[in-house]
């Protein structure tokens, strides 16, 4: 079955820097990534996501970028904000939709 | 903006008994999911439901667990003899494939679920 690796566990950066988590994954049959933001508390939401036909996709200051060869894919914030804070999980799903296998989280700490 | 809901939102049990956790999926979704989250570690896939039908489970998802749509708007999780370690939230979530193009998971709120 698939395997969605994530890393880091936990990121601190100051307000306004760029943050960078990144995920591999390790069947090449899958061919959905989308992201999440879960604030304590709360349900998941989907901030962004791509399809493994797109190298890259952006909105605002989140972007995804996917190396397929590679078999990672990496989500970057940039002009951090404090409401950034969070624990980002990556996930990764087949076609069919039958299950989405997620990653281990990252805390983000955004400082003021 | 439609939302999937769920019930209870906490729901505290004695360690063997049976507990029904609900769900109402987004209207014109047609794949259902049940997902589980112990508190401080990553979301759990449980099992997908398409078509009335279970379309694949984890192996989390053994035989005292059971899924139902009733009546095609609710969509339950049943435990049968909860043990302490199914303690955790528990989300649903739904999907409509191709919707604008996008494949986006709606999550219910969850339902935090505390055996004893």
């Known amino acids: 079955g698939e395997n969605v690796e994530q890393h880091p566990s936990t990121l601190s950066v100051q307000e306004g820097d760029s943050a960078v988590i990144k995920c591999t994954y390790s069947?090449?049959?899958?061919?959905?990534f989308p992201w999440y933001k879960q604030e304590l508390g709360k349900r998941p939401q989907l901030i962004i996501d791509i399809r493994s036909n797109v190298g890259e996709k952006k909105d605002q200051r989140i972007a995804v970028t996917l190396n397929k060869t590679a078999k990672h894919f990496s989500l970057h914030i940039t002009e951090t904000q404090p409401e950034d804070s969070a624990v980002y999980f990556c996930?990764?799903?087949?076609?069919?939709?039958?299950?989405?296998?997620f990653g281990s989280g990252t805390k983000l700490n955004v400082k003021p | 903006e439609p939302e999937v809901t769920q019930t209870p939102s906490h729901q505290v049990t004695q360690m063997g008994q049976e507990v029904i956790l609900r769900c109402v999926p987004i209207s014109n979704h047609l794949y259902f999911y049940w997902y589980r989250q112990i508190l401080g570690q990553k979301v759990e896939f449980l099992v997908s439901?398409?078509?009335?039908?279970?379309?694949?489970k984890s192996e989390i998802f053994d035989d005292q667990f059971s899924v139902e749509r009733p009546d095609g708007s609710n969509f339950t999780l049943k435990i049968r003899s909860t043990k302490l370690e199914d303690s955790a939230m528990y989300f649903c979530?739904?999907?409509?494939?191709?919707?604008?193009?996008?494949?986006?998971?709606?999550f219910g709120p969850g339902t935090r679920l505390t055996v004893l």
């Open positions: 069947d090449s049959a899958s061919n959905y």
């Open positions: 996930a990764a799903s087949k076609r069919n939709f039958n299950k989405f296998y």
């Open positions: 439901f398409y078509n009335n039908e279970i379309s694949e």
């Open positions: 979530a739904s999907i409509k494939p191709g919707h604008r193009g996008g494949n986006e998971q709606f």
